[in-house]
């Protein structure tokens, strides 16, 4: 979608669109998720929208989209996604990627999956289809979901006019933050097994 037909939507109607856009993309729509975020980040920084609003809206959308991929995926949508998912541009290569960090490394997935584009829409299947409780699922989706879209909105908000000129910025940026997430992630795993060690 052009970030045109977003603002077009955005000012026809407000926050609302920010909540059902980013249901969408969550759940695998073709909606830039990111490009999204910093429109509306450099939206606040326009004095357009409000800060704290903007924010609510974008956590609304996309705990919603990521409840409905929980949905789908706990009655029968992982079979369905190994089906239709190229139609989405969601590969089975990619679905059996996320099968095996989320065997490793399952909740972690859920909350820094966001900042991998492919890999969020579907965790949240994979996530139903092993069995996980939807309220254990929803505590690492919100904090996963109150971070991302922090990040983004920030980002629009921060680099102001020239948000624009930087969209590659931006998917490395958010790489570089799941990668430090996971250094993060094992430099705590063999702290804790060096404390029990001793």
């Known amino acids: 979608m052009p970030i045109e037909h977003l603002q077009l939507?955005?000012?026809?109607?407000?926050?609302?669109?920010?909540?059902?856009?980013?249901?969408?993309?969550?759940?695998g729509l073709p909606v830039p998720d990111e490009t999204l975020l910093t429109l509306v980040?450099?939206?606040?920084?326009?004095?357009?929208?409000?800060?704290?609003?903007?924010?609510?809206?974008?956590?609304?959308?996309?705990?919603?989209?990521?409840?409905?991929?929980?949905?789908?995926g706990r009655f029968g949508g992982?079979?369905?996604?190994?089906?239709?998912?190229?139609?989405?541009?969601?590969?089975?290569?990619?679905?059996?990627?996320?099968?095996?960090?989320?065997e490793l490394r399952g909740k972690w997935v859920i909350a820094l999956g966001y900042f991998v584009p492919g890999v969020r829409h579907v965790v949240a299947i994979v996530a139903a289809s092993s069995g996980m409780a939807f309220?254990?699922?929803?505590m690492f989706a919100c904090s996963g979901a109150a971070f991302w879209t922090l990040t983004f909105l920030s980002a629009g908000y921060l680099l102001g006019r020239e948000w624009e000129r930087f969209p590659g910025i931006m998917r490395i940026g958010a790489l570089g933050v799941v990668a430090a997430g996971l250094?993060?992630?094992?430099?705590?795993?063999l702290a804790h097994r060096r404390t029990k060690g001793s």
Not at 12 to 22: E, F, K, P
Not at 183 to 189: D, P, Q, S, T, V
């Open 9 to 27: 939507w955005i000012s026809q109607y407000g926050y609302g669109a920010i909540v059902v856009l980013l249901m969408f993309g969550i759940v």
């Open 78 to 102: 992982a079979r369905l996604l190994r089906r239709y998912g190229v139609r989405f541009g969601i590969l089975p290569e990619r679905i059996e990627r996320v099968h095996r960090w989320f």
């Open 183 to 189: 250094l993060a992630y094992g430099l705590y795993g």
């Open 135 to 138: 309220g254990h699922f929803l």
């Open 41 to 72: 980040g450099y939206l606040i920084f326009k004095g357009t929208l409000h800060p704290v609003l903007s924010y609510l809206s974008a956590f609304a959308g996309t705990t919603c989209g990521i409840s409905v991929s929980f949905g789908i």
